[in-house]
């Protein structure tokens, strides 16, 4: 009997989580994954009609990325300074980097070494590739 009711106390628990709680819970989980650690691999390509038009390669070695808590990455160059861009999370699955917004490809959650992610806008997709070593 008595663990029916604990069953039952977490049963309700857990029915009263609104889907804003568990969005928010799967964000959080992915902010920390991209924040922790740095991205040694950076590489932005654009695309028009399927065809690439455009690569640029954000951070190579030895630069890297970080993504901080304060809402801007980080490109670190060594002695020539710091570029930095503005980014947040609405979710797990969206992200507004330096003004766009884009749909990132990939479950963080379930990986912490590559994501990437995409915006398509008037026959254009423009895609990031962030990888660690």
Do not use: H
């Amino acid at each position: 009997m008595k663990k029916l009711m604990i069953l039952g106390l977490v049963a309700f628990g857990l029915a009263s989580c609104s889907e804003d709680t568990i969005d928010n819970i799967g964000r959080d989980t992915a902010q920390n994954i991209i924040r922790s650690n740095q991205w040694e691999d950076v590489v932005r390509t654009e695309f028009v009609d399927g065809k690439e038009v455009f690569r640029d390669t954000l951070v190579k070695d030895p630069q890297y990325m970080n993504f901080n808590k304060d809402g801007y990455t980080y490109i670190m160059m060594g002695q020539d300074g710091a570029k930095s861009y503005p980014y947040e999370m609405p979710n797990s699955k969206t992200m507004i980097f330096d003004g766009v917004t884009y749909t990132i490809k990939e479950n963080i959650i379930t990986t912490i070494v590559k994501f990437s992610m995409e915006n398509v806008t008037n026959g254009k997709t423009t895609k990031y590739e962030f990888k660690r070593r």
